[in-house]
């Protein structure tokens, strides 16, 4: 791998860690505000939504300047989101805004990869970056519950509390003063990453005809063949990913009796899980084999529903790393995949946007039905049945449709197809 490539991975791993440990400090913000149960996977929706809403624009702005600059750029914005959770703005409405800093931040992130590498070198850089991102969660969830944890606060709070400037009063205003460091060194790594050299056509902000530009990307990917299975299948796993997470925190609780610092672990032992499946595929699979791997994904939801089963935390954790190599092991080649056929067919920035879109959007509508089943106080062991069973489902659907489009074109040959 170039130079470039690792210090992209080690900008990624700290920003990455500030997010999922901000995810533990404002759950724990809305347990101090008392705030009810089913708003906490809201979090993750806030977050999620300027994905969705931005997906258009971001393209365009990742293909219009180097793409180490709009990541420290974007960075920045993280770091208001998280000072303004500090600065009492409700904990939904500032990770809002670092979720803004992140929908612009991904564009950048995963299309310098296709400016810096060649094809064949996708799966192998996207396990990196994949297991680096895990890696991150693992650590930021470990983290977040650390920073929040009694002993650790207490610390905290008898050092930061002498900074009367910013009024560090309880755990989760310290951990967010902690955490804001963490994008503060995920800034200086972006500042050394490498200009590719690579440029696009002039970048159009007139925002109809962006949409409309965006619309005809989002159009083409769906339309061919290659594109839209593995777009399925991202689509499915990181909303599937995103509610696993709560999911996981809740089990927790109510099925081990875990509070939330030590939760939050269990959630970092499946990112581990996910971050050795990453490895294995990056060592293991080819990117013109990557469609075998989808079989992998049924699996995965028929192991999900075996969490009902297990009432020890030390049964807990082998059970989760084997959810979560399962899933990574499935979903990189599926990436690597998707951001080659989406460069092919469009460019770096546009196509992830269409990604991130696609992906998002499934994670708000996933998030959005955890929290209604919240709302109704559905019994934590249906709703992991329910979920596990979807997933499952969904994949032998994506196979189904593999199969036919198979009849009609050779993926192989889709595959080693380069840009024009």
Known sequence: MKRGFYTIMAAQFFSSLADNALLI???????????????????????????????PFVGSIADALPKGRVMFITNAVKVLGCFLMFFSAHPLLAYAVVGLGAAAYSPAKYGILTELLPPERLVAANGWIEGTTVGSIILGAVLGGLLISPTVSEVLLAHLGALTVLNVTTAADAAIVVIALFYVVAALFNLYIPDTGVRYAAQEFHPILQVRAFRACWVALWRDRLGQITLAVTTLFWGAGATLQFIVLDWARFSLGMPLNRAAVLQGVVALGIAGGAMLAARYVALISSLRVLP????????????????????????????????????????ALLQHRGYVLLS?????????????????????????????????DAVIFIFGGFVAFAMLLVIARHRRNQREYDSERLIGETRN
Do not use: C, D
């Open 296 to 335: 992998v994904g049924v699996a995965m939801g028929l192991m999900v529903p075996l969490m009902t089963l297990v009432s020890t935390e030390a049964a807990a954790y082998p059970m989760l790393v084997v959810i979560g190599a399962l899933a990574g092991f499935f979903v990189v080649p599926m990436n």
């Open 348 to 380: 770096a920035g546009h196509s992830i946007a269409v990604q991130n879109f696609n992906e998002n959007l499934n994670i708000l509508v996933m998030l959005g039905l955890y929290s209604l089943l919240l709302r109704f106080e559905l019994p934590v």
């Open 25 to 55: 400090a404002g759950i724990a913000m809305l347990i101090e505000m008392h705030a009810p149960e089913w708003m906490k996977p809201l979090l993750k929706l806030f977050f999620t939504i300027s994905y969705v809403v931005l997906a």
